[in-house]
């Protein structure tokens, strides 16, 4: 009999399910699965990551397997110690000149690429120059436009030899800005547009080129060996790294798998050794057990609503959608890691002046209050949701997402609207999404790196990332004063003011819930920890002995 893929997922699932608990109820064990050769070095790892979507070129559509890759293989300029503050990476140090428009970095004489070959200052402009050309579709190229010319170029009204990115030194690299941009150096540790990409290999004329384990070079401290298609990525230790040395672990293998029920029984056969980003489930089950770790992450899950289609070009529309909403009850069915939240910046963001919480700087952004939504949907022409045309909300087929549409469409029913539930296989969802024309859409988002403009900058007119192409003039010229205002407090109290107008005014951004990060960790793995932003840092990885 050939059972349907909805009908195949389904039985992997049970079938992960009860193998799982056949093994936690007889007493499984992880702590044989890490191992280590005769110098103590970690031989491989074995992690999982959801389906693979998008490309592995920086300068291209990076999408969320993209970040895990770039995590293993690229190395930035500079990075971030655990508590935040800036370290040098590729370049071995760095100036910022008085007038804060020129940066300058000085590339290590021992930075390589996993061939051997020198790590240069052109490599880091490769991917600039190539993200500007628009054919090459890249997604953090707004990024890019405090560069002096940058903007022009992108543009068409201007050319790519006038871009103040200055590579003539190979291991010196010159930029400067149009303007003072009070974040610019934190887009260096880790926003793709401002990673390398081999010069001999990263070219446009091969667009498969990322694709290609034998092309898609590593600076950082492993590269890609092998890659198989839908199934896993092999990463291994690159020799060349210059800090190489620090690194204990050998290989890892990077596996594609959606479903977490299978994810779950995969990390207690030893079929993973780490399980991240798990379900709270699965937090639950192991509660009071030395595998579990959970942290706190600067994450958003929240609903776009896009103001160019019917009925939600009309602001009352939305509002009446957003006060609907009960977060506690959303909160229950993704489970014990999930804490609602109000704020677009994410919650557990950690602000730069004082270091207190963002969503406790912010406080709550939207009410709840089902009796105001009814009345804001009648005075807009729907009472009771008469008259309101066909309505789909749109998510991806996997982890919780099911879950939390089937509570939010109930919540809406007591709106008095029906709405439609459009689940779509990863990728579909992403190409769906970039065409910017769906009624609302579910999204999340990570911080890409240390401030809030992270969040902020999406929904400026005309960004890349803007797919509800929202624009809003209030909200632009706060961002854009916020990026060149140097007091950190001022310019803190302008983007809170600024994601009030997307949030509680405009209300095309529904904040949801943040969730915290649940881990499953092999107890007798050490020196590993996530990164200010919340990316696993694994180069200093060990076993503990015992």
């Not at 991917?127 to 992108?154: Q, S």
Request: hydrophobic share 35%.
């Amino acid at each position: 009999m050939i059972m349907n893929r909805n009908v195949k997922k389904w039985a992997a699932a049970l079938m992960g399910t009860a193998m799982m608990f056949g093994l936690l109820s007889c007493g499984g064990k992880s702590s044989s699965r890490v191992k280590t050769n005769e110098k103590g070095e970690i031989i491989e790892i074995v992690v999982a990551n959801q389906s693979e979507t998008g490309e592995y070129d920086p300068a291209g559509a990076a999408a969320y397997v993209y970040f895990s890759h770039q995590t293993y293989t690229l190395d930035p300029l500079v990075t971030y110690t655990p508590d935040g503050l800036f370290k040098a990476a590729t370049a071995e140090k760095w100036e910022i000149s008085s007038d804060l428009l020129t940066y300058t970095f000085w590339i290590r004489d021992n930075a390589k690429w996993s061939d051997g070959s020198p790590v240069t200052s052109q490599d880091y402009k490769n991917t600039m120059i190539r993200a500007l050309e628009p054919e090459n579709g890249a997604w953090y190229v707004d990024f890019l436009f405090p560069i002096k010319g940058a903007t022009e170029a992108f543009s068409g009204n201007g050319s790519l030899e006038d871009v103040a990115i200055d590579a003539s030194d190979p291991k010196v690299l010159k930029i400067t800005l149009e303007s003072p941009c009070a974040y610019f150096l934190d887009m260096f540790a880790n926003v793709p547009t401002f990673m390398p990409s081999n010069c001999k290999y990263a070219k446009d004329e091969d667009k498969l080129w990322d694709m290609d384990p034998a092309k898609n070079l590593g600076n950082g401290p492993w590269y890609m060996a092998e890659r198989k298609p839908g199934e896993y990525i092999l990463y291994k230790k690159n020799p060349y790294y210059y800090d190489a040395d620090s690194v204990n672990l050998l290989s890892i293998k990077m596996r594609f798998m959606d479903d977490n029920q299978a994810k779950a029984a995969a990390y207690q056969t030893g079929e993973l050794t780490i399980l991240t980003g798990a379900p709270s489930s699965i937090a639950e089950r192991y509660q009071g057990k030395p595998d579990l770790k959970i942290t706190e992450v600067p994450q958003t899950n929240y609903i776009m609503m896009n103001p160019n289609v019917a009925p939600f070009d009309n602001p009352k529309v939305r509002k009446a959608f957003a006060l609907a909403l009960k977060r506690k009850d959303i909160a229950t069915v993704v489970g014990m890691s999930c804490v609602p939240s109000t704020t677009f910046v994410g919650r557990f963001y950690h602000s730069k002046v004082d270091g207190t919480q963002w969503g406790e700087l912010q406080g709550d952004l939207l009410d709840e209050d089902l009796e105001e939504a009814k009345k804001l949907l009648a005075e807009a022409g729907y009472p009771d949701g008469k008259g309101l045309p066909k309505i789909t909300y749109t998510y991806p087929s996997m982890s919780y997402e099911g879950d939390v549409a089937q509570v939010l469409q109930q919540q809406w029913k007591l709106l008095g609207v029906d709405v439609e539930l459009q689940a779509l296989e990863n990728e579909v969802y992403v190409a769906q999404r970039r065409e910017k024309k769906d009624q609302m859409i579910r999204m999340q988002w990570y911080a890409d790196y240390n401030d809030p403009t992270t969040w902020l900058m999406m929904y400026v007119t005309g960004n890349s990332l803007n797919d509800i192409n929202w624009n809003n003039k209030k909200y632009d010229d706060l961002i854009a004063k916020s990026n060149l205002e140097l007091d950190a407090k001022k310019r803190q109290d302008m983007m809170l003011a600024a994601e009030k107008i997307a949030v509680s005014e405009d209300t095309v951004i529904v904040p949801l819930f943040t969730n915290n990060s649940t881990n499953l960790y092999p107890p007798e793995l050490t020196n590993y920890y996530n990164d200010v932003i919340g990316y696993p840092n694994y180069t200093g990885m060990k076993v503990e002995q015992k």
